[in-house]
């Protein structure tokens, strides 16, 4: 029974892998709009795969409404620099509209450049709707399977591209100067689905119960307006370009794109369509093209890779035991052996009994005892917020569409953490019989969030002299100063607190007062040769894992594959046990009874 409760409990975690029809995210409550009503779309940040630096939209020379209003944010939001702004795109439920005209702006040569640069860079412009990330669709078709075809997206849109040149300029010596240009011209398709309506033919009558947002495209132009007479800025957006069919219907006339001059500057002209169409996706699947995965056989691959990783260190450990076993149980039927079986077993036991000799040693308290106490709280504390952040998120609680949620959540659960991580600490603490009670405390709560605190500290100082939106407000440093002082300190000093009126770890055998001479170490069981060996395996088994991670932060997608991701992390536990055991009986064989630290250091 407990296997086949185990079996359906990971197959229901790994179900979360895949992204099925009528996915539903919790937490998240629907809007329907009326027929008419206005629609927010929201500007937000400039992103690139080339560089690790975001900018806010109004750092460029956008179109801006009379007032811009900051939309609220929460802390997970403010620490990843996605600020959203109202912008001056204006759009009415189910109404279609074609050219409309967002400005007309005359940039000066040096705003010109910036927006070349920024070109150059491959800057993407992210906005967003009803909590829908602007997306570019692609469609592409498998090279086994040409008859099926999948739909991706890429979040937001180009700012600009290089000009695509001809064959003629091409061998034209004078023509080889790079020239880049704008997408001033994007066309939104809006897909909305009625409330409580069926996927039957399509209705033309007005549904009273509204209707949802269910996604948001754009496919971006780069068009060099025109007009007739004066330009008349009481029109706007509804100005009649020469470059629009008239009436506007979404196409154009022949026309030039619009080339950035940055030796010169010169006008702009922005416009953009709203295109609205009906769909039969659900609300509830409408975040299926973003979260769906077309490489699910990697991740596959990267478990079973896990697998034969933990096998392997598997078998390992059990070959350890049942050479220990062996020996023991030899030595109890001793009587039974004949003489060769007898001088066999005598001399196996003479090579292999070296940690037998180390016995009285290896519950000595070790060199460098406080921050061996400080390392075991704040592994412990890091242990559980990691479990509970990828539960909560392989249930769906930590959905893309609760944006900043995941990071939001590692924080709060990590300073909640701080009173298992102060009452481990202790324990080790009287283990250890380090006297000073209050160092390890303030240790446990200081060393490494005080580590990271500094890093992430540096990292914000570079962001605030390039002027990236990725910089931490002032104020938001300022709350996790109170977090870190305000509750997860406090926390910890509670836990240490219940921790140090426990009684201490007792050992099976006494330690002897005179510590035994270690002998000269091989070169491979020196320190560092040990960690590269000990770190390798436990890399092995995620390294496909968090490449897709890392993959996703640095090409700005959704990572979602929280159920493989719980998986792997469990493997990746058991797998750092398992080698955890092996370096130690290499150790106390080698007659180096300092594995404490040692074995820590290796593992992390």
């Known amino acids: 029974m407990a296997g086949r409760a185990t079996a359906v409990a990971v197959a229901m975690l790994l179900s979360h892998a895949h992204v099925s029809s009528g996915f539903y995210l919790p937490g998240v409550a629907p809007r329907a709009f009326k027929d008419g009503e206005p629609v927010n779309i929201k500007v937000q940040t400039l ?32 620490l990843t620099g996605e600020r959203a702004h109202t912008s001056a795109f204006q759009a009415k439920m189910k109404v279609t509209e074609y050219c409309k005209t967002l400005c007309r702006k005359r940039y000066t040569p040096q705003e010109m450049e910036e927006f070349q ?18 997306a570019e669709m692609q469609t592409f078709a498998y090279e086994d399977k040409p008859d099926e075809h999948v739909e991706t997206y890429n979040l937001g849109y180009p700012l600009g591209g290089k000009l695509e040149t001809s064959e003629a300029e091409k061998d034209n010596p004078s ?22 309506s069926t996927d039957e033919a399509h209705s033309s009558r007005s549904d009273d119960n509204g209707n949802f947002i269910i996604g948001f495209q754009v496919v971006p132009f780069s068009i060099q307006h025109h007009y007739t007479g004066k330009w008349d800025e009481t029109e706007v957006p509804y100005v009649k370009l020469a470059t629009c069919v008239q009436p506007p219907n979404g196409q154009f006339q022949p026309h030039v794109p619009q080339v950035i001059n940055s030796e010169e500057g010169g006008e702009v002209i922005w416009t953009y369509d709203v295109i609205w169409e009906r769909t039969n996706i659900k609300w509830a699947s409408r975040w299926d093209v973003y979260l769906q995965m077309t490489d699910d056989k990697i991740h596959w691959f990267s478990i079973v890779n896990s697998l034969v990783i933990l096998m392997f260190l598997t078998g390992i450990v059990g070959l350890i035991m049942t050479r220990i076993l062996r020996k023991d149980f030899a030595r109890y039927n001793e009587a039974v052996l004949s ?20 016995y009285n040693d290896v519950f000595r308290p070790p060199s460098h005892a406080t921050l061996l106490s400080v390392c075991a709280g704040t592994g412990v504390q890091l242990l559980i917020m990691s479990v509970l952040t990828l539960l909560f998120a392989a249930l769906g609680f930590l959905s ?19 009173v298992p991580a102060g009452y481990v600490s202790a324990r080790f603490c009287k283990f250890v019989k380090e006297p000073n009670h209050f160092k390890a405390t303030l240790m446990t709560a200081l060393l490494f969030p005080g580590v990271c605190f500094l890093v992430f500290f540096l990292v914000n100082l570079v962001a605030w002299f390039k002027l990236s939106s990725t910089a931490v407000p002032f104020g938001t440093l300022i709350v996790l100063m109170l977090l870190w002082f305000g509750i997860s300190l406090p926390l910890i000093f509670f836990g240490a607190y219940l921790g140090f009126r426990k009684e201490p770890f007792s050992v099976p055998c006494a330690v002897s007062a005179i510590p035994r001479q270690i002998p000269p170490q ?30 996703s932060i640095w090409q700005h997608r959704f990572y979602y594959v929280f159920g493989f991701l719980a998986v792997v992390f469990l493997i990746l536990i058991v797998t750092c046990i398992e080698i955890a055991i092996v370096l130690c009986y290499l150790q106390l064989c080698a007659e180096d009874y300092r594995y404490a630290t040692t074995v820590l250091f290796h593992v992390d």
């Not at 491959?122 to 602007?134: A, G, I, K």
């Not at 924080?411 to 909640?416: A, D, G, S």
């Open 47 to 78: 992103v690139s795969t080339e560089t690790p630096l975001q900018f806010d939209y109004y750092q460029l020379p956008f179109c801006a409404p009379k007032r811009v209003r900051d939309i609220p944010e929460n802390l997970g939001e403010a």
């Open 117 to 134: 640069d920024f070109a150059i860079l491959d800057y993407r412009v992210n906005m967003r709707l009803d909590s829908l990330p602007l």
């Open 175 to 196: 023509s080889n100067t790079d020239q880049f240009v704008l997408n001033n011209h994007l066309r939104f398709k809006i897909l909305y689905h009625p409330v409580d």
């Open 339 to 358: 003489a060769e079986d007898k001088y066999e077993a005598n001399r196996e036991m003479r090579e292999e009994t070296g940690w037998k000799l180390v």
């Open 400 to 418: 893309p569409a609760n944006r900043g949620s995941l990071l939001s959540a590692v924080l709060f659960f990590y300073v909640l953490m701080g």
């Open 522 to 551: 091989m070169w491979y069981m020196s320190p560092w040769v040990s960690a590269m060996a000990g770190g390798l395996l436990p890399f092995g088994a995620v390294f496909v894992e968090m490449f897709f991670i890392l993959s």
